[in-house]
């Protein structure tokens, strides 16, 4: 079961896809947002939640009082998980923006006219380097000054490697999953 775990939507329960996707845990989740919270990066912030997946991430991110919310995902099925549970927060959260958009990372970069302050990238473990690094140089220009990227990937895949605007912040490991931080240069 994936839920909210905190702010105006707290507990609310959220459906996940049935299948091709692999939703992040409630114990990352939680360590995550807290340390955003902490660093004062989610109040009024525009978020970007890239493979969205149930679109967990960006739905936390708005339930802790990011303004809005953009979940891109490519997976029809997923895309309409993310739609479902936009809807349910928006009854949790009035006046919450958050928008579904059913393209893959990189056509949604390629039209997006958004500049965003938070970003969240959890691509399928399949998706190589190559590709990601990619994702990354398209996603740069769409960035705030400050910018925080978070990009989550199994714990034996390599360092991210960042296109020029972007800078490694750090990194966390939990089990299987690494969180890998980035910073708008």
Known sequence: ????????????????????TRPTSDRVRESLFSALESADLIADAAV????????????????????????VEKASRAASVAERNARAIGWAVPGASVRVHRASADAYLRSANGVFDLVFLDPPYDVG?????????????????????????????????????????????????????????
Do not use: C, Q
Request: proline share 5%; glycine share 10%; aromatic share 4%.
């Open 48 to 71: 970007l939640d890239l493979y969205a997946g149930s679109g967990a991430l960006g739905l936390e991110a708005v339930s802790r009082g990011a303004a809005s919310a953009d979940l």
């Open 129 to 185: 380097e190559t590709e990601l690094s990619s994702t990354l140089s398209l996603l740069v220009p769409h960035l705030a000054a400050g910018a925080t990227v978070v990009i989550e990937r199994a714990s034996r895949s390599a360092e991210p490697s960042l296109p020029p605007g972007l800078t490694h912040d750090r990194a966390k490991k939990y089990g299987d999953t690494t969180l890998w931080w980035a910073l708008r240069a």
């Open 1 to 20: 079961m994936t839920r909210i775990i905190a702010g105006a939507a707290g507990s609310l329960t959220l459906a996940v896809p049935d299948a091709g």
